[in-house]
């Protein structure tokens, strides 16, 4: 069971039908109910009747920092899909609310799905036995150890149906720009595959180079 707090309109259908399509289908089918809140207070609603300890947050990326920080505040565990922030306020604002989930011992994870896609893993595994793989070595700005390449497609089948991007998504002020979505797959991939377990601090570990 999964309440549902949203405005209503395309959005919130689109979802809807997703999940039918999950129920519906015929290899390993879902039985997710969905109980729906709709309104312009759907947000100040999930917190008041806090229906559950988790709270997962999609959409629009214009408010979702807001939305991360107010649910953590409440105690509430997050798991939030990218980019968790657009912007340098939005940026801010994620470091407070990391900060504020620790001291309220609550969970606040990003979806990182590309850990769980088959190539992926595959070349994690690889990667980590040295009788095939070797070490990795020390890169360059010349010579990197790592490159990743990426093409993002605005048309795109998900779950066997074309995936219908709403108009707030041609939005950088709402989506955010390249740079904050669909790289966070990509960093986040080197970080996982390549320093397995390890602990990387932005502030002391990374240098831009050019």
């Not at 309220?104 to 994690?124: A, G, P, W």
Request: aromatic share 10%; charged share 25%; proline share 2%.
């Amino acid at each position: 069971v999964v309440h549902v707090y949203s405005k209503a309109g395309s959005d919130l259908q689109l979802h809807l039908e997703r999940i039918n399509n999950y129920n519906s289908r015929v290899s390993e089918p879902t039985s997710w109910k969905e109980i729906l809140y709709t309104g312009d207070d759907f947000f100040k609603k999930m917190i008041q009747e806090k229906k559950g300890n988790l709270v997962v947050l999609a959409g629009n990326n214009q408010l979702k920092t807001n939305y991360i920080l107010e649910s953590v505040q409440n105690g509430l565990h997050v798991l939030s899909d990218k980019p968790m922030a657009i912007d340098q306020s939005g940026f801010k604002k994620l470091k407070k609310a990391f900060e504020t989930a620790e001291q309220k011992n609550v969970q606040l994870y990003d979806i990182m799905t590309e850990r769980f896609e088959i190539t992926s893993q595959l070349q994690r595994a690889l990667s980590m036995d040295s009788s095939i793989f070797g070490k990795l070595e020390q890169g360059s700005t010349t010579d990197p150890s790592v490159i990743k390449e990426s093409v993002h497609h605005f048309y795109k089948f998900v779950s066997g149906s074309v995936l219908t991007r709403p108009s707030w998504y041609f939005d950088d002020k709402q989506q955010g720009a390249g740079i904050v979505d669909v790289t966070t797959h990509l960093v986040d991939l080197i970080q996982w595959s390549c320093f397995p377990e390890k602990t990387i601090d932005y502030k002391k570990h990374i240098q831009i180079l050019n």
